[in-house]
């Protein structure tokens, strides 16, 4: 088990699928979110929520960011890194639940020099599948004060800063639309 908390980002606007795809059911599971808590909570030693409201029908620690306008991921990393009294948080979303275990622990085990270190393919770095530390706060203070808010641009804003390449693209697939979300319930 790994020793790092992780929080599965589910407060976005899911305007592509057109209602939130966080309660949808999947994989025999009520929720999205349920079956990627479920996941996580056999891989990472503590899993925590990050949402806007507690819209969810189980049990599951909650960090809500205090933004209900704004969809932003910076946002809610703001309010994650915040919170949270640990040196380091992997960070993952609700709508990407085929990542497998072994891509957890390699980036878990690459991050210890850096303040990010995040999943890529060879098409994308997944900017929200990765360790991020703490001392990541005030570079995200910065930019939301500049009202940035990609994580492209943290990338951009500090030294030590790694992506860990995988060949496996399938696992990062997201499920954004209904066209997904129909392929891969099943």
């Known amino acids: 088990m790994l020793d ?9 606007a899911s305007r592509r699928m057109g209602e939130d795809k966080s309660l949808m059911p ?13 996941k996580l909570s056999k891989i990472f ?3 925590y929520i990050s949402s806007k409201t507690n819209k969810f029908n189980f049990p599951a620690k909650l960090l809500l960011d205090q933004s209900s306008e704004i969809f932003s991921p910076m946002i809610a990393l703001h309010a994650i890194l915040s919170s ?10 609700v709508d990407v ?7 957890f622990e390699l980036l878990v085990k690459n991050s210890l020099p850096n ?3 995040l999943a890529k393919d060879i098409s994308y770095t997944h900017n ?4 991020f530390s703490c001392s990541l706060l005030p570079f995200i203070t910065l930019l939301l004060d500049d009202d940035i808010h990609k994580i492209r641009a943290l990338r951009n804003h500090i030294d ?12 990062f697939v997201n499920i954004n639309t209904k066209d997904e979300y129909n392929k891969y319930i099943l």
């Open 4 to 12: 790092i908390p992780c929080v599965i980002l589910s407060g976005g």
């Open 26 to 38: 999947f994989k025999g599971f009520d929720t999205l979110i349920e079956y990627q808590h479920n």
């Open 45 to 47: 030693s503590t899993v």
């Open 84 to 93: 949270l009294k640990a040196e380091k948080v992997f960070i993952t979303t």
């Open 97 to 103: 639940p085929f990542v497998k275990q072994s891509t």
């Open 115 to 117: 303040q990010l270190t």
């Open 128 to 131: 929200l599948c990765g360790v």
């Open 160 to 171: 030590t800063y790694q992506e860990v390449l995988f060949s496996d693209v399938e696992q």
